[in-house]
Nanobody, 122 residues
Framework: QVRLVESGGGSVQAGGSLRLSCVGF????????TAWYRRAPGKEREYVGR????????DLVDSVKGRFTISKDVAKNAMYLQMNDLKPDDTGVYFC???????????????WGQGTQVTVSS
């Protein structure tokens, strides 16, 4: 069964760190561009960042630049989102997604995970 599974979410205080993981099953992530999205309470899902096949290229929205990092581990078929200096505005459900091309920030994705909850308290 082809699927993406996120993990690593949790509750932290502002200024804390979390590392989210996204593992591909039936999807070799080194052959897919992958992305992180999040949905804050009461808001639409928003793009956070993306990585190319081997994460040689990455992109992050301005609000998380300098705090978040996207990486991949080919051996583990995983993508990561290292989140440092977390803020209450980072609270939300984080999703990973995959598609075959890097594309643009607004391009559609073919595969989605179920999400993992991140809660940042002030």
């Amino acid at each position: 069964q082809v699927r993406l599974v996120e993990s690593g979410g949790g509750s932290v205080q502002a200024g804390g760190s979390l590392r989210l993981s996204c593992v591909g099953f039936g999807l070799p992530l080194n052959q897919f561009a992958t992305a992180w999205y999040r949905r804050a309470p009461g808001k639409e899902r928003e793009y956070v960042g993306r990585a190319s096949w081997t994460a040689s290229s990455t992109d992050l929205v301005d609000s998380v630049k300098g705090r978040f990092t996207i990486s991949k581990d080919v051996a583990k078929n995983a993508m990561y989102l290292q989140m440092n200096d977390l803020k209450p505005d980072d609270t939300g459900v984080y999703f990973c997604a995959a598609r075959t091309y890097y594309g643009t920030r607004t391009s559609e994705y073919d595969y989605w995970g179920q999400g993992t909850q991140v809660t940042v308290s002030s």
